[in-house]
DNA sequence: ACAGGCATGTAAGTTGTTACATGATTAT
DNA sequence: ATAATCATGTAACAACTTACATGCCTGT
């Protein structure tokens, strides 16, 4: 339900037509909740219906302004007061680390390597953002500003988990890869049932 | 498409039903890629029909036992090593920080508030699931643990960070909610588009 | 007998992705 | 002219959620 309130959260910043708010989706939106042109003209639509937001204006090339409604603001702040966020992140990174039994020790070091460089590349790309509007003041961008600070922490975060894990990889180095012979696996899985 | 190989991964520990690998998602799963029976059950069809899983035996009350086929061991092999793992990740957490200067302050600060406590609470849970399963040794948990390390260093992270925005907030307290007057919101806008 | 756990399946609805389709305006 | 950008819409499909539906087996 969030695609809502990203739309909503964004209206609140000024009336902006579906291509406005695509870019922003793009853009400083991309790595928190981005959304495709597809989804959210489709999601406007249902918005304007329960009168969340309006068409205020209509402009070239069929452009159409949408504004909050009072309604909207309203379940916007409901929902940034009232409503728990979600918990449960589902992570395909960690995923795969449930079974890197399944490859050669080699393989599963690589790919915490990976892990590792690849949060150092996120990390100065997110350090060159905030360089780059560490000029930009207003009130707006403030608590932007914060959501920035929790990207800098979690691929920091990150990198420092991957190279720990690959020291405990290299820590016992002699256990050999799994599934090698089924029988034995299943076993061990009985154990733990 | 990461459910497939959740489950392909998991019968490369051993035959198992649908039911026998929901207490998985269930369990330890649950935080990492959790799934609904009914999704699984439909997944486990289509595996099957790939070639990619096969039933290896029919128990009692319609049980239908699952073994991975050599297909689906080179499909797992070549997903964990080959296929670069997800980097964008929504989260509502955030989507509400970039739109907290809707609410007022003290709204803000209660949010951030909770999201440290909340840090706090998962935290200890995830500790507490360290302690009990401290003891079981074997090489199939111990992929396991590193990822349990993610969590608890993800918590400190995020609670970290939710003091840290706390303090921000305090440092600048008379910064009034926005969107009190549209009219400034507009102009601000147009300035950073 | 019956409660609780085992075990599977289907249907309806929402959300999200990719691709297709169309056309207007602006700057070079 | 024509390329780039502005601007919206639709269709098909995949992934996920909630709810409905059924029935067997085991222990008390």
Redesign the interface.
């Known amino acids: 339900m969030?695609l809502k309130?990203?739309a909503l959260?964004l209206l609140?910043?000024?009336?902006?037509s579906g291509y406005?708010l695509l870019q922003t989706f793009h853009g400083s939106?991309?790595?928190?909740?981005?959304a495709t042109q597809s989804q959210l003209y489709g999601e406007l639509g249902k918005l304007a219906e329960a009168k969340l937001v309006e068409v205020v204006s209509e402009g070239a090339r069929g452009r159409k302004e949408y504004a909050l409604t009072p309604a909207g603001?309203a379940e916007?702040?409901h929902?940034?007061?009232e409503v728990e966020?979600?918990?449960?992140?589902?992570?395909?990174?960690?995923?795969?680390?449930?079974?890197?039994?399944?490859?050669e020790p080699e393989?599963?070091q690589?790919?915490l390597r990976r892990?590792s460089e690849?949060s150092v590349t996120?990390h100065n790309e997110l350090l060159s953002i905030q360089e780059r509007i560490s000029g930009?003041a207003?009130?707006?961008?403030?608590?932007?500003?914060?959501?920035l600070?929790?990207g800098l922490?979690?691929t920091?975060?990150q990198r420092?988990?991957a190279d720990?894990?690959l020291d405990?990889l290299a820590a016992k180095p002699q256990?050999e890869t799994?599934?090698e012979t089924?029988a034995e696996?299943?076993t061990?899985?009985?154990?733990?049932?």
């Not at 609140?12 to 902006?16: L, N, Q, V």
């Not at 992140?89 to 795969?96: F, I, K, N, P």
């Not at 207003?138 to 959501?147: A, D, K, S």
């Not at 061990?188 to 049932?193: L, P, S, Y």
């Open positions: 969030s309130h990203a959260g609140s910043r000024g009336p902006a406005d939106l991309a790595s928190v909740w981005p603001l916007l702040r929902w940034l007061t966020p979600t918990t449960v992140r589902r992570s395909d990174m960690l995923l795969r680390v449930f079974f890197l039994n399944v490859v393989d599963a690589e790919f892990r690849q996120y930009e207003g009130p707006l961008t403030e608590y932007g500003r914060l959501t600070e929790w922490r979690y920091t975060m420092e988990w720990w894990a405990q256990t799994e599934t089924q696996t299943e061990q899985v009985a154990t733990r049932a």
